[in-house]
């Protein structure tokens, strides 16, 4: 119902910034919450930011202070602005699209997921 393409992972040193861009179609994702998790090599996915429908935004506490959400719904994109990474940022990142107006931390939570992409943070 909901396709979605993540974009802008790379390879940036420590104190870098990145930032991904997951482009939605099939569906405006105005009706979606939409989250960001990441998955570290061995390591179980964990959300790391979300935004509701109405705009508010939640972020895991590791990321607090240094990573932003927002939304774009005439461009249908969501955006994750990523400042003083760190090497413990490494991880491929997914965007997802969630059928409610909260924001949930949970994988449960959401409905549509894109395919990842792979950020990479060096020391």
């Known amino acids: 119902q909901v396709q979605m393409v993540e974009s802008g992972g790379g390879l940036v040193q420590a104190g870098g910034s990145l930032r991904l861009s997951c482009a939605a179609s099939?569906?405006?994702?105005?009706?979606?919450?939409m989250g960001w998790f990441r998955q570290a090599p061995g390591k179980e996915r964990e959300f790391a930011a979300g935004?509701?429908?109405?705009?508010?935004?939640f972020y895991t506490d590791s990321v607090k202070g240094r990573f932003t959400i927002s939304r774009d719904n005439a461009k249908n994109t969501v955006y994750l602005q990523m400042n003083s990474l760190k090497p413990d940022d490494t991880a491929v990142y997914y965007c997802?699209?969630?059928?409610?107006?909260?924001?949930?931390?949970?994988?449960?939570?959401?409905?549509?997921w894109g395919q990842g992409t792979q950020v990479t943070v060096s020391s």
């Open positions: 935004i509701s429908r109405s705009g508010t935004t």
């Open positions: 997802a699209a969630g059928v409610s107006a909260g924001i949930s931390q949970k994988e449960r939570g959401y409905s549509y």
């Open positions: 099939g569906r405006t994702i105005s009706s979606y919450a």
